[in-house]
């Protein structure tokens, strides 16, 4: 509320950097379950560029249709944006773009694994996002404390969901704890959003989702951000 008390509307931007609409409906999903009655969420894709981002080659391609969609958002009023992704694609780029806070999904899921956990696994989808995840591992000085095991699950089935997807996300998750030593997880891929619950339930530990996560900081940055 302002100083008047009349409830301020909190404007948020999430990103999608794939074109895969079924990722951004679940996030659009999930988010609804945890943002307050009064933030306005705006969930976007890029209309072209790849279904998912698994290599190298399909981060180059996502980031040119990313920038774009990027550039028809600014000036719109958001108040707060965040990348819905598990890497930093570009995220330099589009702090500066639109001058707004942004939250990439990866910060904000390891300052939160930081706090429920001595020893944390992030599980995320393919094995070739295992080499950027350790980089960013380093990069937030998370080395020590964190390890990362991919499901062999792409993206788009994890978003899809089913039973294979599902059954090896599990066995991932219960060689992080046997082998790796976790006490808690990061579920390390947009498309394994809204699975949290149901994991932290099944395996009795906290189990961080790294875009809601992102999320939940973002109104709290919007809330500042309209009061300065």
């Known amino acids: 509320m302002n100083m008047d008390g009349v409830p301020m509307t ?3 931007l ?30 976007a894709n890029p209309l072209h560029g790849p279904l998912s981002i ?6 180059a391609q996502a980031i040119p249709p990313l920038l774009a969609m990027v550039d028809s958002y ?9 990348l819905g992704c598990y890497d930093d694609i570009a995220l330099d780029e589009i702090r500066r773009r639109l001058k707004i806070p942004v939250v990439g999904a990866f910060e904000a899921s390891i300052a939160a694994a930081r706090t429920v ?12 996002a295992l080499p950027t ?3 960013l591992l380093h990069t937030y000085g998370a080395q020590h404390i964190a390890s990362v095991l991919a499901a062999g699950i792409g993206v788009a089935d994890a978003a899809a969901g089913g039973e294979a997807a599902s059954h090896k996300l599990n066995q991932t998750i219960q060689a992080a704890i046997a082998q790796q030593g976790a006490d808690a997880i990061v579920l390390g891929s947009g498309g ?21 996560c992102a999320i939940t900081q973002a109104e709290g940055l919007a809330k500042l951000h309209k009061q300065t």
């Open 117 to 128: 956990s001595a020893r944390f696994c992030v599980v995320t989808t393919v094995h070739s």
């Open 54 to 59: 698994e290599s190298l080659e399909d981060r």
């Open 14 to 43: 999430v990103i999608n950097p794939n074109n895969n609409a079924a990722v951004s409906e679940g996030i659009r999903r999930a988010a609804a379950q945890v943002i307050c009655a009064d933030t306005e969420l705006t969930v």
């Open 74 to 82: 600014i000036g719109q009023g958001f108040d707060a944006c965040v």
């Open 192 to 212: 394994l959003i809204g699975r949290a619950p149901a994991l932290a339930k099944a395996f009795n530990l906290p189990v961080i989702d790294a875009v809601l």
């Open 133 to 135: 995840i350790t980089a």
């Open 10 to 12: 909190r404007r948020i």
